[in-house]
C-alpha cells in the first residue's frame, strides 16, 4: 500500500512518515504540497493530509474530475468506522482514500497520524515551556539582583524573600520577579 | 460570558467576525468568541460537522452542498446569515487578456472573445486554457462556468477547470500555470497591483448583490441558545463594517497577519461599493440566491435530480433568522429590494 503524507509542516510529515514505515506493507512518501505530476506517478492508496494544508480543497476537487486523474481519491467517510473521521478531524488529519480500499486497512494509518501529530503538538508545547522557564529563570535572577542591590542582602536571602512573596501572593516565582522589575523601572521613571 | 469558537478563511469578507470581536460586538451580546483561521474550506465544513467549530464563514453554496451530500455524507446544515454580497471576480493572465479583441467591455463581450479565441485553440490542436476557482461548491465556480457557458465554451471539453487556494493563484498567474481565476477580494486586486493580469469580470456585474459568502452552522444550532446572540452581534458588526468612515480602520484590522493577511490598499479595493455587508438586506440569506445554486449544482452533475430542492432550501437558508437578529438591533431594512437579474436579464423566482 502506497501513502502520501502532504503537511506543510516538513518536521510533522517526517514524524508521520516515519511513525508509517512501522505498518506494513506500506511505501510512504512525503510532501509539503500538493503536486498533481507527484499524486499520478506515486499513484497512492491514501492520502494523510494536515488540517492546516490549503491543498485540502484541491484535493477534493479530484473527485469531480475523474477523467483527467487516473487514480482518483475520495475523502474518508465511511461509516463502518464509527468516530475515526471525527477524531481524525480533531486531532487535525483528514485522509483521502481511492475507491475500494477497505476501512481496515486505513484505521491504523489514521491511528499513526493522530498519535504523530499529538506527539509533535507535545514536543512543540514542552518546547516553548522550557522557553518560558529559562526566560523566568533569567527573570528571578535580575530581581534577585536588585534586591540584593537595594536591601543590601545575600543572594539566598534575596531568593527566600522573593519566594516568601511568591508564596504570600499565590503568583508563580517568574509572575512576581517580573512585577518587582516593573516597579523598579517605574520608581525609577522608566516608564514616565 | 458563553463561549463559541467560529471558523474563517483569510479573505475581505470574513469582516463581520473579525470586527465583532475587535469592535466588541461579541463581548456586548455575552459572547467569549474565539475566531479560528483556516486554510481551507473542506476543513471549514469537517470542522464544522464534528463540532470543533460552532458556525463559520462559508462559501454561499458549500451548506446546501453539505446537506445534499454532494460529494459526501449527508450533512444537514443551517446558513442563518448571509455574510456579504457580491466580492468576487475573474482575472485574466496578461497573456490572455491580450488575445481579447480591443473594446471588449461587457461581460458578453468578453466572453465571446474568450470563446472565440479558446476555439481558435481547439482547432489549432493546443491544449485547452487552465481556469483556477476556489472549491467546487462556490460562487466562483458556478459564475465562471455560467459565464463561459453563456458564450458557448464547452467546459468538460475546451478549458481545464482547477480548484487553487487563492494565494498560490496569484504566483500560478505569474508562472503561467493557470491562464485566468475566478475568486474572492482581495485576491484580484492583490494580481492586478503585482502586474499580473486583469480584471475583466466582478461578479456584482454578473449578478448585482448576488451571493458569495454566509454564516453556516450545523443544522442542531439552530436551536442553540447561542445562535440569536451570535447572529445580533453580527448583524451590528455588518452595519459597522459598511459604513464609510471605517473603512480605513477595516482595511488596517483585517491586513494583519491573523486575519487576512494582504496589503491594506489591495483590501481597501473591495470596501466602498464592491462588497457590501449589511445595505439593502445584505444579510439575508436570499431564497432566490439558494435555487440558482441548486439550478447550477444540477446543471454540472453535483447533485442527481432525486434531490428535493424545496425541501433543501427551506432547511438550509434561513432569512427567517437573519431578520429576526435585525429587527432586534432595530436595524431591518426599510425596504428590502427582490434580487434582480443576472447579466443576461434572466431571474431566478423564489417560489
Redesign the interface.
Given at each position: 500500500m502506497r501513502v502520501l503524507v502532504i503537511d506543510p509542516d516538513p518536521a510533522r510529515a517526517a514524524l508521520v512518515a516515519e511513525g508509517l514505515e512501522g505498518v506494513d506493507p506500506l511505501e510512504v512518501r512525503q510532501s509539503a504540497q500538493f503536486d498533481a505530476a507527484e499524486v499520478a506517478s506515486f499513484a497512492p492508496d491514501i492520502i494523510v493530509v494536515a488540517?492546516?494544508?490549503?491543498?485540502?480543497?484541491?484535493?477534493?476537487?479530484l473527485?469531480?474530475a475523474g477523467e483527467?486523474n487516473p487514480r482518483p481519491v475520495v475523502?474518508f467517510?465511511d461509516?463502518s468506522e464509527p468516530g475515526l473521521?471525527?477524531q481524525a478531524?480533531?486531532a487535525g488529519v483528514?485522509a483521502y482514500i481511492v475507491d475500494g480500499l477497505a476501512p481496515a486497512r486505513v484505521r491504523p494509518i489514521l491511528e499513526v497520524a493522530m498519535t504523530r501529530f499529538s506527539l509533535m503538538q507535545q514536543l512543540r508545547g514542552d518546547l516553548a515551556k522550557a522557553k518560558a522557564n529559562l526566560e523566568s529563570r533569567k527573570v528571578v535572577d535580575r530581581a534577585k539582583g536588585l534586591l540584593m542591590k537595594e536591601r543590601g542582602l545575600d543572594e539566598d536571602a534575596a531568593y527566600k524573600l522573593l519566594r516568601k512573596l511568591a508564596m504570600d501572593t499565590g503568583r508563580p516565582l517568574g509572575a512576581v520577579a517580573t512585577d518587582l522589575l516593573a516597579f523598579a523601572g517605574v520608581l525609577k521613571g522608566d516608564a514616565s | 460570558m458563553t463561549s463559541l469558537t467560529l471558523g474563517f478563511i483569510p479573505l475581505t469578507d470574513c469582516a463581520p467576525l473579525v470586527v465583532a470581536e475587535a469592535k466588541g460586538f461579541f463581548a456586548g451580546e455575552g459572547l467569549d468568541v474565539t475566531l479560528s483561521r483556516e486554510a481551507s474550506w473542506a476543513t471549514i465544513r469537517d470542522k464544522v460537522t464534528v463540532g470543533a467549530l460552532d458556525a463559520a464563514h462559508m462559501l454561499a453554496p458549500m451548506a446546501l452542498a453539505a446537506t445534499a451530500g454532494a460529494g459526501g455524507p449527508v450533512t444537514p446544515m443551517i446558513a442563518p446569515l448571509a455574510l456579504a454580497v457580491n466580492g468576487a471576480g475573474v482575472t485574466l493572465s496578461n497573456r490572455l487578456s491580450q488575445a481579447l479583441p480591443a473594446g471588449a467591455e461587457t461581460l458578453q463581450e468578453i466572453a465571446a472573445g474568450l470563446a472565440a479565441f479558446i476555439g481558435q485553440r481547439r482547432v489549432g490542436g493546443e491544449p485547452p486554457l487552465t481556469f483556477a476557482v476556489v472549491f467546487p461548491y462556490s460562487m466562483h465556480n458556478y459564475a465562471l462556468r455560467y459565464w463561459l457557458a453563456e458564450a458557448g465554451v464547452d467546459l468538460d471539453r475546451d478549458v481545464r477547470l482547477v480548484v487553487t487556494p487563492p494565494p498560490r493563484m496569484v504566483e500560478q498567474l505569474r508562472t503561467g500555470q493557470v491562464d485566468g481565476v475566478c475568486v474572492g477580494a482581495p485576491w484580484n486586486a492583490v494580481a492586478t497591483r503585482g502586474g499580473l493580469g486583469r480584471v475583466v469580470m466582478r461578479t456584482s456585474q454578473f449578478w448585482p448583490a448576488g451571493p458569495d459568502k454566509v454564516l453556516g452552522a450545523g443544522a442542531a444550532f439552530a436551536q442553540d441558545d447561542r445562535l440569536s446572540p451570535l447572529l445580533r452581534a453580527l448583524v451590528r458588526a455588518q452595519a459597522w463594517c459598511d459604513r464609510a468612515e471605517n473603512h480605513e480602520d477595516l482595511a488596517v484590522l483585517l491586513a494583519q497577519p491573523e486575519y487576512v493577511g494582504a496589503p491594506p490598499d489591495a483590501i481597501s479595493a473591495a470596501l466602498g461599493g464592491e462588497l457590501v455587508f449589511h445595505r439593502d438586506g445584505a444579510g439575508i440569506p436570499r431564497l432566490e440566491h439558494a435555487r440558482w445554486f441548486l439550478a447550477q449544482m444540477r446543471r454540472w452533475n453535483q447533485i442527481g435530480a432525486d434531490v428535493d430542492a424545496q425541501a433543501l432550501i427551506a432547511s438550509v437558508y434561513r432569512p427567517d433568522l437573519a431578520m429576526a437578529a435585525l429587527k432586534a438591533t432595530g436595524l431591518a431594512p426599510e425596504v428590502q429590494p427582490a434580487p434582480g437579474p443576472l447579466f443576461d436579464g434572466k431571474t431566478f423566482a423564489a417560489g
Open positions: 488540517c492546516d494544508s490549503a491543498d485540502r480543497d484541491t484535493l477534493e476537487s473527485r469531480e483527467t475523502m467517510a461509516r473521521a471525527e478531524i480533531r483528514a | -
